[in-house]
């Protein structure tokens, strides 16, 4: 007797196999370089960082947008230029950046809301940092023939 899959559960595995295989390239070192990078040098962050939460709620939103950046990397590979790509996950990408933006806003002393705007470009930069990377490498990967 045979087990009946359906093509959406083949789907799910198949990206968690790709998901795992992309997420062995970057280091918990590189995530807290970069963290510190955009969030520690900014008076506006670095007392938010201090807190181990805040910290791990950076980690979470980079590790979504680098395996959205690789996920949409195979457009890339297929000619298609970046801007084009990003205008695909454009919706992703943006919910991306408000939650860490409203996160760091929550968990601010308050004097977040007077700089929100120069807050809000660092965490778009942050992600679009990692959406970046993800996207190279994603697109070394396809290269290589390893997705």
């Known amino acids: ?78 000619g298609e230029d970046i801007e084009n790509v990003k205008n695909r996950c454009r919706k992703e990408e943006k919910h991306l950046m408000d939650t860490l933006y409203n996160f760091l806003l929550y968990w601010g002393k308050g004097n977040e809301g007077i700089y929100s705007e120069s807050l809000y470009y660092l965490c778009e930069q942050y992600v679009d940092s990692w959406w970046m990377e993800g996207f190279r490498k994603g697109e070394r990967r396809h290269k290589l023939r390893l997705h």
């Open 1 to 78: 007797m045979n087990v009946v899959t359906t093509f959406n559960e083949k789907r799910k595995e198949k990206q968690l196999k790709y998901e795992k295989s992309v997420l062995r390239e970057i280091s918990l070192k590189a995530l807290k370089e970069r963290v510190t990078q955009f969030f520690g040098s900014s008076d506006l962050t670095s007392s938010l960082i201090l807190q181990s939460g805040v910290e791990e709620a950076c980690y979470d939103v980079a590790i979504e947008a680098y395996l959205l950046g690789a996920h949409f990397s195979r457009f890339g590979y297929y």
